[in-house]
């Protein structure tokens, strides 16, 4: 995934509405209900307390399941902030990993409705797309 190149506002909206030390904390679970299971029954099952979602592909599986970010240390003036984890998960080989991240917000709307903003590697944080136009 290649780096996006944000505008001045674009960037404001996005470090108000991420914080690191809150996406590690609510990838940790995530991560280790992947690392665990042994196949897609168990990750179903170990991420049964989020939101979760599945859509079938021909070689793999995505699984998306929603987060809510501590919004305790952003700038942000939404009610809500949140990923979603987009996994990858193959059959064939009974593993998976997190593929993309989502980030929503509520503050551009004003209202309990989340936005999209952007997506973000799962590792490095980095926007690799802008989504959200005002």
């Known amino acids: 995934m290649k780096k996006s190149n944000l505008t001045p506002e674009q960037q404001t909206l996005f470090n108000a509405n991420f914080n690191r030390r809150a996406y590690d904390k609510a990838k940790e679970p995530i991560q280790k209900a992947i690392s665990e299971s042994k196949n897609f029954y168990e990750l179903w099952e170990r991420i049964k307390n989020y939101d979760r979602d599945v859509e079938y592909e021909d070689d793999f599986t995505i699984i998306t399941c929603e987060v809510e970010l501590d919004r305790s240390h952003m700038e942000t ?55 959200y136009e005002a």
Request: proline residues 4%; contains cysteine.
């Open 77 to 131: 003036e939404g009610d809500y902030v949140g990923v979603c984890f987009y996994i990858k998960w193959y059959d064939e080989a009974d593993a998976g990993m997190i593929d993309k991240v989502a980030l929503y917000s509520s503050e551009p709307s004003g209202e309990y409705i989340a936005d999209l903003l952007c997506y973000i590697n799962p590792d490095s944080c980095e926007v690799t797309e802008w989504v």
